[in-house]
């Protein structure tokens, strides 16, 4: 089974533009996660979709938006874009979600995205 | 508040000897732990998971895990280290939000180096 699939795997931007980046999950998961990764804030939850509808959303602002389509694929899009939003986005499928427990997430190897 | 804390930012072994990289967990309820480990520029792979049942949970390459209710701990240990061991490890706890699915917590990490 190929992984989860992230592009791009690195983007340049300046402030104030916006971005959106891609996952596709491993066949036949329902449910994509998106985590942001920083040296000095470590992995942080940014929201959960499952079967289309957002199930949970982490504490950033509104800025931060997403969406999944039917075949469980899921954008990120990040607004406005300011100097500390540069990170490792890194998107995680799993099978049922994170409510249950004999889902573990399977990651995929991230967007390295860099705000100048 | 819900949190997951790796004491150490750094451990170091020689290859050849045991290996613990320590995890310890603050959570309402019934603790699902997990450990994912992360090489450069790459995502998270996951390792091991505990959900009930032995306190010594089995996992990938070698690895094994700890669950201490007690203590709080879920420590992740291999008895003869590899350099190729040598990554950042995540130590992270399921959360439930009510009628919101959850979401992972992870600890800061520990960076693992193992010296030939």
């Known amino acids: 089974k190929a992984g989860v699939t992230q592009t791009p795997r690195y983007l340049i931007k300046t402030r104030g533009q916006q971005v959106t980046l891609s996952c596709s999950p491993i066949?036949?998961?329902?449910?994509v996660s998106w985590y942001q990764q920083t040296p000095g804030q470590g992995l942080q939850f940014l929201f959960e979709?499952?079967?289309?509808?957002?199930?949970n959303k982490g504490n950033f602002p509104g800025r931060f938006s997403g969406r999944q389509f039917s075949n469980s694929r899921s954008e990120m899009n990040v607004s406005t874009l300011e100097l500390g939003d540069s990170a490792l986005y890194l998107c995680?499928?799993?099978?049922?979600?994170?409510?249950?427990?004999?889902?573990?997430?399977?990651f995929g190897n991230g967007t390295r995205l860099t705000v100048t | 508040a819900q949190s997951v804390a790796q004491p150490e930012d750094q451990v170091n072994v020689a290859e050849g000897n045991p290996l613990t990289v320590k995890c310890t967990y603050s959570v309402s309820g019934n603790p699902y732990l997990f450990w994912y480990v992360q090489y450069p520029n790459r995502g998270l792979q996951f390792l091991l998971k505990y959900i009930t049942g032995d306190n010594l949970v089995k996992g990938s390459y070698g690895f094994e895990a700890e669950f201490n209710k007690s203590q709080t701990s879920f420590h992740l240990k291999k008895p003869s280290a590899l350099v190729s061991d040598s990554a950042l490890y995540f130590c992270a706890v399921r959360v439930l939000i009510y009628n919101q699915g959850g979401k992972l917590i992870f600890g800061q990490g520990t960076e693992l180096s193992v010296k030939p």
């Open positions: 995680a499928s799993s099978l049922d979600g994170t409510s249950s427990y004999n889902s573990p997430l399977h």
């Open positions: 979709y499952f079967s289309e509808t957002q199930r």
């Open positions: 066949s036949g998961h329902r449910s």
